[in-house]
Structures are given as C-alpha cells and as structure tokens.
C-alpha cells in the first residue's frame, strides 16, 4: 500500500492510499483494517468492520484501488456551509489527481453514490459509475433533508454529533432539492451501474414525524427506464441498506461487471 495525500478544495489535506495494479478505481472507504472489541463486536454479528480493506484485498490483483476515508474527514473537519455535490465532485478530482490516475471508475454506497453521478457530470476522465444504495431517478433528497433537519436540531443531545457536522449535511441535500437526474443520465456518456437491495427502506418512528426514505422503490419502478437509458440495474433480493454494501456482496459485482 502506498500512502499519499490530496489538497481538497477547503485546503484540507486527505490521506489516501494505493493498492494493486491495473485500471484505476477510485473508493471513497477507509481501507484500514478495523481493530478492538467494537470491530471484534461487529463480526459476531455477521457484519464486516472492515469493508474498504475487505474491498481492496478482493480487488487489488485486477484494479488499482484507490481509497481515502472521505465520511471520517468530513467527520473531523465538517464543512457546515460549503458541502455540495459540486465541491465533493471537485474533492473527488482532487483525490484522481493525486493518484496520477488520469482515467478511472468509480463506486460509491449511498451518498456517496449519488456524489458519483455529479462527478460523471463534471469530468470526462471516468471510465465508469458504479452506484450502490442509491437511485439515478428520484432520490429521496426531500425526506432526506427533514431527517437531517431534525438531526440538527437535537445535535450535541439525542443525536451525538455536532451542529456543524449535520449543518454540513443540511446544505448537501439543500443543494438535491431540484436536481433533475435523467437530464443528468443524459449527459452521462459512461457505462454506469446501479445496484440496491430490495428491501433498502427506513421508516422512522413518531418522534422523527415517521418519515419513510424508500431508496430500493425508486430503482425497482425505474429498472426498465434505466436500461433502456443504457444503465445495468441490479437489485438484490432481500437485503436493506445495510446488507447490500456488504463486501461479499459488492465485491464480485465490481469485479465481475468492471472487468
């Protein structure tokens, strides 16, 4: 593994690593392996705590993995009024260039995902958009933004985390009220891939105004629609939110349809 760095556009600097060789595959996950009793915690419960080194160790024999933690960033040094596609897409280029990648694929889980189709739109250096727990076509990014908002709200009490932490996420999904995603897939000239479990639904309780965020409905009504568009659509039988970022599960879906 070869350590580097890149300077993101708020002139913080992002530790990122390297790993194989091959096409270049940039991986927004920490790619450390996870150690002490809550990792220990999380594999006898059947979950991997380490999924980015899980990922690159299942990769790096094919694909020049490039990863970098980029939700532990964020987590440290919040952006409460500057965190918006176009600065993560910028970010993200940032990250390529440091790699010395001048092409390369992406993938990205949830967010993260949907950071991946901005990046298509604002580069022509991508090989290829792999989206994982996420909808090209009508995002939940309004009932995302109440679920933030109340976050923010209850932030340094029922929710531990800071007001700037969750501020930062209020102008992420402020800035996806109106994003029009097939007026973004046509301008998307890479293969793309989109994967989701069919179970991928949060219902909130009463005291977060049981709001739903259906992320698998909207690729399952749009299946047809997006491989007519020229997208591969995958939906994995069974599995929620959780489930389906599971290595196991994504690993031989990059492999396989990357290759």
Not at 62 to 68: K, M, P, S
Not at 168 to 185: E, H, K, M, N, V
Request: net charge negative; proline share 6%; with cysteine.
């Amino acid at each position: 593994m070869r350590p580097h760095s890149a300077r993101l556009n708020d002139g913080s600097t992002l530790e990122i690593a390297i790993e194989g060789e091959g096409p270049s595959l940039l991986v927004p996950l920490d790619s450390r392996p996870a150690e002490g009793p809550q990792a220990e915690e999380l594999r006898q419960q059947g979950a991997d705590p380490s999924p980015g080194h899980s990922l690159v160790q299942g990769l790096r024999d094919a694909f020049r993995v490039v990863t970098f933690d980029y939700i532990g960033h964020l987590f440290a040094k919040p952006r409460p009024d500057t965190l918006t596609p176009a600065t993560v897409a910028a970010d993200f280029l940032a990250v390529a260039d440091a790699a010395g990648a001048k092409r390369f694929a992406y993938y990205g889980y949830s967010w993260l995902g949907m950071v991946g189709m901005q990046l298509a739109l604002s580069t022509d250096r991508l090989t290829a958009l792999v989206m994982g727990g996420c909808p090209p076509l009508d995002g939940p990014w309004r009932e995302m933004r109440r679920v933030i908002e109340i976050a923010h709200t209850r932030s340094g009490a029922a929710v531990q985390l800071s007001k700037d932490q969750t501020r930062q996420y209020l102008t992420l999904y402020a800035s996806l009220q109106d994003f029009d995603g097939r007026a973004a897939i046509d301008s998307i000239k890479c293969p793309c891939l989109c994967f989701v479990g069919s179970k991928d639904v949060f219902d909130y309780d009463a005291s977060w105004d049981h709001i739903r965020i259906d992320v698998a409905g909207p690729v399952i009504r749009h299946r047809e629609e997006l491989q007519k568009l020229g997208w591969d659509v995958r939906i994995l039988d069974g599995l929620d939110h959780a489930q389906a970022r599971q290595t196991d599960r994504v690993g031989p879906i990059l492999r396989s349809w990357l290759a």
